[in-house]
């Protein structure tokens, strides 16, 4: 399968045009080989996700976090060793950052409301002029605790509760990653509690004084499922071979 034909793929399918104000450099970063014979999906292109993929034979890369972000860095340090890894593998590079939060068929949100299965989803999460969230209505009431278990089955992941809200959830709020600066926004928006990956120091008292529920389960577990989805998709329509790396960070 030829490059050019996967990457018109992905960028169609991500509707990547639309996301210019993203800091991150959305769609095709790094050229390797013109063709595509197998293909990894990881959430970082760190140096272990690559070398994991140069070790399948993959010979092309899709990541949420790529490696080249806001203003022209300089190709030093691990940016550096990552550049040199890729091109003298003919690796290619692909990265969605915006992109595959906010898809409405695999981003990492609508995902993350499937396995509470969440009705009456709206948009919700304004980051850089774009609402990469979600808003929904659990089927039934949850605690937050209830919550937590359930995610900690779905992502195996460790998922830690700030119980500031009450006992009884039935809106949810979900941003993944670092949305934590998000909790009074969902607090406004009627939300029982905010899911999310990571919180902050600021987060914390932002938290407990808008009297919400805050719910983390990590920045890296609660962006697995949207490349592997992507994947997935990329396999099912093209029939590209599709491998996900798994290199937690337990952060």
């Keep these: 399968m030829r490059l050019k034909t996967v990457v018109g793929f992905l960028d169609e399918t991500l509707e990547i045009a639309s996301f210019a104000s993203d800091s991150a450099l959305n769609g095709l970063q790094v050229e390797g080989s013109r063709t595509v014979t197998v ?3 990881a959430v970082d292109a760190c140096e272990e996700s690559i070398r994991k993929t140069i070790r399948t034979g993959a010979n092309l890369l899709i990541a949420h976090h790529g490696i080249l ?41 609508v995902c993350l409301g499937r396995i509470f ?28 605790r209830g919550v937590a278990a359930k995610l900690r089955r779905a992502l195996d992941a460790p998922v830690r509760t700030f119980e500031f809200g009450g006992p009884g959830i039935r809106t949810l709020g979900i941003v993944s990653g670092g949305g934590a600066g998000l909790v009074q926004a969902a607090s406004e928006a009627g939300c029982g509690a905010l899911l999310t990956g990571e919180t902050s120091h600021a987060a914390y008292h932002t938290a407990r004084e808008s009297r919400i529920n805050l ?8 962006e697995t499922l949207g490349v592997q989805a992507l994947g997935e998709r990329l396999h099912r329509e093209l029939g590209v071979p599709v491998r996900f790396i798994d290199v937690p960070t337990g952060l």
């Design 39 to 41: 293909a990894c999906c």
């Design 69 to 109: 972000w806001g203003t022209p860095q300089p190709v030093m340090g691990p940016l550096a060793v990552r550049l040199k890894l890729l091109l003298s593998r003919g690796v290619s590079l692909y990265a969605a950052h915006l992109p595959l939060d906010c898809h409405p068929e695999f981003g990492n949100n």
């Design 117 to 144: 299965e969440l009705r009456e989803t709206v948009p919700f999460g304004e980051y850089r002029g774009v609402s990469i969230g979600l808003r929904g209505i659990l089927p039934r009431e949850m605690t937050p």
């Design 215 to 222: 719910i983390c389960a990590g920045h890296y577990a609660t």
